[in-house]
């Protein structure tokens, strides 16, 4: 996704030369071809069923926040670069803020947010520094094209507040400071989450090293996060013959007392003395880093498979607190989600009703409808801590048999024991492991009493155990080009200021440098025409906002909201390019060192004359390929509006809760979308799946090359086109157009000021 993009160019030091036919050394400074500049994140979220996350949905898991730490510089033989780029910054998340600032493409932002702040109070200040950075000082970033690699790695605690030591709070996690660089050699700690309940840690996530080459600069910054915490599901389905299973209890306690100690909430009994711990402390570390293990490794090193990959380590609580544990870890009462009744499992009435149904669950027949315990929206799964020395579990239960052929009979069985061996609970962080017990006829409980005989044979159990991890991090990628260097240069000229001066009666030159090049060559195309016959040396006037930028005016010549018969475009970001003069055909540079003039070729430079008006101007150079055509492509963005107040005319708007027009009508094609955006749709996940009502969320792919899975298409010709007298309404997701424009510019913004 591209959006508004900011981009501070560096003032380089000017020295003239005294030779008037040498070419001149003036503002150097790197501009923006395609090449945004600045760096951005995005993310994404994967759950228990290998399907990722997206939009809204997973920002909401992550709290709308996360910190990362991001480092550049050239990969150590024991650890990843060592230049600290971001400090533990914390990046926030705005529904529909995609574009709105430089550094924020997917609805993410760190510039500006200020931990510990409103509205970001809740959110711990954490900084490696020494000492520590100043609590405000979250800038923006841009990509430096002179160091080898960046490292990226981050963290949330979802709706949790993160303090900085360990706290008793029940809502709170204590977080260390992250390590980065040399601190992360030979697998030291990274950080370390002091985790108070199994509630907190449903909050913690983390990512693992993304690393980030040359050629990657200016594209997002892909982060996908983890659980630090384990899940676990229960699920029982019953193969009796000629009898259905209601009225399932289970067991707390695994013991001879078979009267108590049990309910309708699903559990399973730990055979560790201690039980499933329910609280600890997890060391993140990064074992296997550094080209001594990099995937592709230099001559003697060794190959990792786990190379930048986070490993947890997990410190117990004490265990002689017995809050610090649970004997039986609970999953929730069974839900009837997939059982009916068989045939006649009921009561006989006397009245006209006849056979008249029970309300009980009934489990489910067959593995494949097997009744699982818990919440549904949650795919059943309830968190757990990661256990390193596993111990058997036991499932215990009461049940009652009901018979299908309308007999009315229930049969009792009490005690009915089926235990999964360690082997299947080791949890291991961000896996997910589901246990189904079967029950049949061969049962091991009694009917009767303890006193009574026992079934002959044992529960029977299908223990299916689900690892669900991550697929390999990918990071998204927006192709870019190298873009030209921009020279300015005007005679007595103050480079200790950032505009240029009428007073000087000198005019203005620009030179451009294909930097592409190796040695970069001098363009001597200035007064030429593109394949559109366009000009292209473009000079622009430059209004809408106070201090514009390259990237600012780069984001309105790519992202036009209109383009007046005059050539005036209005940008999607509101800054407003107006046509100025300039002259292309000069063949000498006046007024070099020592008032000698510099001889140039035709082509090698543009004038831009000081008697122009003064004002803020960009000179554009348009770099497209000489055997392209500019494409302009419709897109849609979403925009803020206020609940009851007037629409403009023209701009577009769907319901989120009344998407049902999808592409084909074939929600399943959707699931499977990828491939580049089509500009004929709009894309949304869903926020919600509760049955038959769903929220949608707008996600933007704009520049994407492959888009997430899951995402949902929305034809444009559905979209509906708001009159002026139409009102802003709730939970509605409203657009406008703008025109995408491939073509490739270099852009230097020059102020011109009537002083001195």
Not at 351 to 372: K, M, Q
Not at 437 to 454: C, E, L, Q, R
Not at 716 to 744: H, M, P, Q, R
Request: charged letters at 20%.
């Amino acid at each position: 996704m591209k959006t508004k993009y900011f981009f501070l160019a560096a003032i380089a030091g000017m020295t003239l030369v005294s030779c008037s036919n040498d070419e001149y050394i003036g503002d150097n400074s790197p501009t923006l071809g395609e090449n945004d500049g600045s760096i951005q994140f995005t993310y994404s979220m994967p759950n228990a069923t290998r399907a990722d996350i997206y939009g809204k949905a997973a920002a909401d898991i992550l709290g709308n926040h996360f910190y990362v730490i991001g480092t550049k510089g050239t990969e150590a033989t024991t650890y990843p670069s060592s230049t600290l780029v971001f400090d533990n910054y914390l990046v926030h998340y705005g529904v529909n803020t995609a574009g709105t600032t430089a550094s924020n493409t997917a609805n993410w932002e760190y510039v500006g947010v200020k931990p510990g702040v409103s509205p970001y109070e809740n959110y711990v200040f954490l900084s490696s520094m020494t000492p520590a950075r100043e609590v405000d000082f979250q800038t923006i970033k841009y990509w430096d094209y002179s160091t080898d690699q960046y490292h990226f790695y981050a963290f949330s605690t979802g709706t949790y507040d993160a303090v900085a030591t360990s706290s008793t709070a029940a809502t709170n996690i204590g977080v260390t400071k992250m390590a980065y660089g040399s601190g992360l050699e030979n697998g030291a700690t990274a950080y370390t989450f002091d985790l108070p309940n199994v509630n907190a840690l449903k909050q913690a996530y983390i990512t693992d090293i993304v690393e980030v080459e040359k050629a990657n600069y200016g594209k997002e910054v892909q982060l996908q996060f983890k659980s630090l915490g384990a899940k676990v599901r229960v699920g029982l389905y019953e193969t009796v013959p000629g009898y259905s299973v209601k009225d399932v209890n289970f067991y707390t306690v695994d013991g001879t007392d078979y009267s108590g100690a049990k309910g309708t909430t699903a559990a399973l009994i730990s055979a560790n003395t201690y039980g499933i711990p329910q609280k600890g402390q997890i060391k993140v570390s990064f074992p296997h880093v550094g080209t001594k293990y990099q995937k592709t490794p230099v001559e003697g090193a060794e190959p990792k498979a786990d190379y930048n990959k986070a490993s947890a380590t997990i410190v117990l609580p004490p265990t002689e607190v017995a809050e610090n544990y649970k004997k039986a870890p609970t999953f929730g009462a069974l839900t009837a989600q997939l059982v009916a009744r068989e045939n006649k499992e009921v009561k006989w009435q006397a009245d006209p009703a006849g056979w008249v149904a029970e309300g009980s669950v009934f489990l489910g027949r067959t593995l494949t409808t097997a009744t699982f315990a818990g919440d549904k929206n949650a795919d059943f799964y309830e968190a757990i801590f990661p256990v390193d020395s596993p111990s058997p579990l036991t499932l215990r239960v009461d049940y009652t048999l009901v018979p299908t052929d309308g007999a009315g009979e229930t049969i009792i069985v009490k005690g009915a024991k089926a235990v999964v061996p360690s082997t299947y609970t080791k949890w291991l962080p961000n896996y997910a492991y589901t246990y189904i017990f079967k029950i049949s006829d061969n049962t091991n409980g009694w009917t009767g009493t303890t006193s009574d005989a026992k079934g002959l044979f044992p529960i029977t159990f299908d223990a299916v155990v689900t690892e669900a991890t991550d697929a390999t991090g990918e990071q998204k990628t927006i192709t870019t080009v190298s873009a030209p260097t921009i020279t300015t240069y005007q005679q007595n000229h103050d480079i200790t200021k950032n505009e240029y001066s009428k007073a000087t009666a000198k005019d203005i030159y620009v030179q451009v440098m294909d930097n592409s090049d190796v040695p970069a060559t001098l363009k001597g195309d200035l007064n030429g025409t593109t394949k559109d016959d366009t000009k292209r040396s473009l000079l622009y006037a430059v209004t809408g906002v106070a201090d514009p930028t390259e990237a600012l005016v780069m984001d309105a010549l790519e992202n036009q909201s209109s383009v007046s018969g005059a050539g005036v475009i209005t940008g999607r970001n509101g800054v407003i390019l107006t046509p100025a003069t300039i002259d292309a055909t000069v063949a000498t540079i006046e007024n070099g060192a020592d008032d000698n003039p510099i001889s140039i070729t035709a082509g090698q430079a543009a004038k831009i004359a000081y008697t122009l008006d003064a004002a803020n101007y960009a000179y554009v150079y348009d770099y497209t390929a000489s055997d392209h055509n500019k494409v302009y492509t419709t897109f849609y963005q979403p925009i803020s509006v206020t609940v009851g107040t007037t629409l403009i005319e023209g701009k577009r708007f769907v319901a989120n809760s009344t998407l049902t027009s999808w592409d084909d009508k074939s929600t399943a094609d959707h699931y499977s979308t990828s491939g580049a955006p089509d500009p004929d749709y709009v894309y949304f996940s869903i926020t919600t799946n509760g049955g038959a009502s769903k929220t949608y969320s707008f996600v933007s792919v704009d520049g994407k090359d492959t888009l997430p899975a899951g995402l949902l298409k929305y034809p444009v010709s559905s979209l509906g086109t708001g009159a002026a007298e139409a009102t802003a309404a709730e939970n509605t997701v409203y657009f406008t157009t703008y025109i995408k424009n491939d073509g490739a510019y270099a852009v230097k913004v020059i102020k011109l000021v009537s002083g001195s």
